[in-house]
């Protein structure tokens, strides 16, 4: 019953940034925990980031630690990944994810976007 649409993928430069958008709809945006991940070519999918709860303590993965920032928009119930520093090994496509507060996994899912960093 939630959606969740990403946006924003597309091909950059090594050492350029991004801004990724995922927009929720069907549910109330406040009822979920919003995380972002990825997946690579022939590569198992990873977790990137995340929100922990409705308190706005953030995660990340040790690899784009310090280069990427989560954030949400309540008011428009979205949710961004500002991707700095980019480099050829976060090419992937990414994906929103929601889970519900009291829950530990991910039940819903967008249907990604890709991004890819030249070199």
């Known amino acids: 019953q939630l959606q969740l649409v990403e946006s924003g993928g597309g091909l950059v430069q090594a050492g350029g940034s991004l801004r990724l958008s995922c927009a929720a709809s069907?549910?109330?945006?406040?009822?979920?925990?919003m995380g972002w991940f990825r997946q690579a070519p022939g590569k198992e999918r990873e977790f990137v980031a995340g929100?922990?709860?409705?308190?706005?303590?953030?995660y990340y993965s040790g690899s784009v630690k310090g280069r990427f920032n989560i954030s949400r928009d309540n008011d428009k119930n979205t949710v961004y990944l500002q991707m700095n520093s980019l480099n050829p090994e976060d090419t992937a496509v990414y994906y929103c994810?929601?889970?519900?507060?009291?829950?530990?996994?991910?039940?819903?899912w967008g249907q990604g976007t890709q991004v890819i960093v030249s070199s």
């Open positions: 994810a929601a889970r519900q507060i009291d829950k530990t996994s991910y039940d819903y």
């Open positions: 929100f922990r709860g409705s308190g706005g303590i953030t």
């Open positions: 069907g549910r109330s945006f406040s009822s979920y925990a």
